[in-house]
């Protein structure tokens, strides 16, 4: 998730409607969730991103190595050494604690990144394993607390975005071999089987996290989509699959009708802090823009269940190395970018990251935005927060945003709500101060 430099600001499009899987196909959605999904990303578990435990990397800051993402920490290492830190990262992340927790908060599911190497390792690659015990550990907690999981292929080989989150940050390179794309599979198949037998706590796999159109072929993508799902269906019947909209617009996806599919999801990611258009509005625009992607998102998912992903409380840049190991941030203009400095004259990023340096302002303000992206992604069939917890980046972080009151607690507890409660499903009223139909 996250830390996406190109990342578009609201990848909020549709694929055509997919025979058989319309919403209305089926009473019961989403495992013991219901109707909507309210979740949150075990983020940085499976799939290293600096940004999020900034404390696995920071023996490499300012110095000559080059150490960015998963890949290039365990190649610098070494595999022993790789292990060794890993198994200690793995046992410690996440904890039976943060499940209960994120229970308690009334959240209904998680959403857990992982890579194609838990499951297959080149010897010319620098990856390791051993998840798969930490895995399963964790959707133990989750049957125990009553939460339902998705499982997400997050990097594949050569990497479908050549984002760090995909395990290995430049080129993308997934669809120049077919060996890639094979393995992709082989990696579905070990996902698959966990969710056969964890079939009362997995609800969804993902097929493949942002594959990123500008470097793949759209026919390559849907050719792999239709491979995983006869790959995941095959091994569990019952689950659901997700794909993701590969940053396209609804246009780019009108000849997609595949016949005979049934239970699938469209995963979409929004967030207000990657391009311009989005990085530059005022706290009220950035309230405002989550009504076009309300109604954005309950268009599509009258066709296909639609998910939104990944978001976050984030308007600024500034969470350390968000945009990559040793960058720096958009909003004080200390990354290079289209506006050639800070977003405006004297924007610092000091204090923007941290609950304890906002005031009363910005934290109202931070509440009003949770509660309006929660309505406008319940407008489709619910949301996946982007980050469960982080080490620094408090808004990134759903446990301490939620236990502090600057996100609904439990999410249905919404003061400035734009929707109304009828016959025990939340149905949208676009009325709010800042919305109006």
Sequence with gaps: MRALARLSAVASVVFAMLAGSSPSDHLR??????DIIRGVNLGGLFVLEPWIRPSLFRQWEGSNAYVVDEWTYCATLGKNECTSRLKQHWSTWVTESD??????????????????????????????????????????WAR???????LDLHGVPGSQNGFDNSGKLG?????????????????????????AQYSDVVDAVEAVNEPAIWGLSKQGIIDYYKRAYSTIRGIAPSVTIVIHDAFLSPAEWNDLNVQGWSNVILDTHTYHVFVKDRLTLSRDDHLKATCQDAANVRNFNTNLWTVTGEW?????????????????????????????????????????????????????????????QMDA?????????????????????YIKLAQNGLIPNPPTDRHYSRYSLDNARWNIKLNSPWCHE
């Design 171 to 195: 080129e993308i390179g997934w669809q120049r071999a077919q060996e890639n794309i094979d393995r992709s599979i082989q990696a579905l198949v070990g996902l698959a089987n966990i969710a």
């Design 144 to 150: 125990k607390y009553k939460l339902n999981a998705v």
């Design 29 to 34: 959605r989403f495992g013991s969730g219901g």
């Design 312 to 372: 976050s409380l984030a308007t600024t840049d500034c969470a350390r190395w968000l945009n990559g190991f040793g960058k720096g941030a958009r909003w004080d203009g200390s990354l290079p970018w289209e506006m050639n400095g800070p977003v405006y004259p004297g924007a610092t990023c000091a204090g923007q990251t941290s609950i304890g340096a906002w005031d009363s302002s910005t934290r109202g303000f931070y509440r009003q935005f949770a509660e309006a």
């Design 99 to 140: 499940i209960a927790t994120l229970a308690k908060l009334g959240l209904n599911h998680i959403r857990i990144p992982i890579g194609y190497w838990a499951f297959t390792v080149k010897d010319d690659e620098p990856y390791v394993q051993g998840q798969i015990p930490y895995l399963k550990q964790v959707l133990e």
């Design 377 to 397: 992604y319940e407008a489709g069939s619910g949301w996946f927060f982007w980050n469960f917890k982080t080490e620094e980046a408090d808004d990134w972080n």
